[in-house]
């Protein structure tokens, strides 16, 4: 049975930092792509980093490049996002998924970045 557990969400001061992980079972983990994925209200889901399985290439989405870094953990089956000098405008649920979201998606992990 595919899992995705994800957590570390929180509520944090602009220009704080947080790191969400992702715990996966039920999948070949070492040989997935894996991203992470965010929902604001009102909004459609983006795609916040990806990371190929041997972690030699990631990708950010713009508004988060330079702040946010994505990495995995092979071993554990689990898939991080640190997030650094955090806006307002990156409150939303995140969720992971693999590379073509194609896993049943978990619960998610709210963030919300607030004074």
């Known amino acids: 049975q595919v899992q995705l557990v994800e957590s570390g969400g929180g509520l944090v001061q602009p220009g704080g930092s947080l790191r969400l992980s992702c715990a996966a079972s039920?999948?070949?983990?070492?040989?997935?792509?894996m991203g992470w994925y965010r929902e604001a209200p009102g909004k459609q889901r983006e795609t916040v980093a990806r990371?190929?399985?041997?972690?030699?290439?990631?990708t950010y989405a713009d508004s988060v490049k330079g702040r946010f870094t994505i990495s995995r953990d092979n071993a554990k089956n689990t898939v991080h996002l640190q997030m650094n000098s955090l806006k307002p405008e990156d409150t939303a649920v995140y969720y992971c998924?693999?590379?073509?979201?194609?896993?049943?998606w978990g619960q998610g992990t709210q963030v919300t970045v607030s004074s």
């Open positions: 990371i190929t399985s041997a972690s030699s290439f990631t």
């Open positions: 039920g999948i070949s983990f070492t040989s997935t792509g």
């Open positions: 998924n693999s590379y073509r979201q194609t896993l049943p």
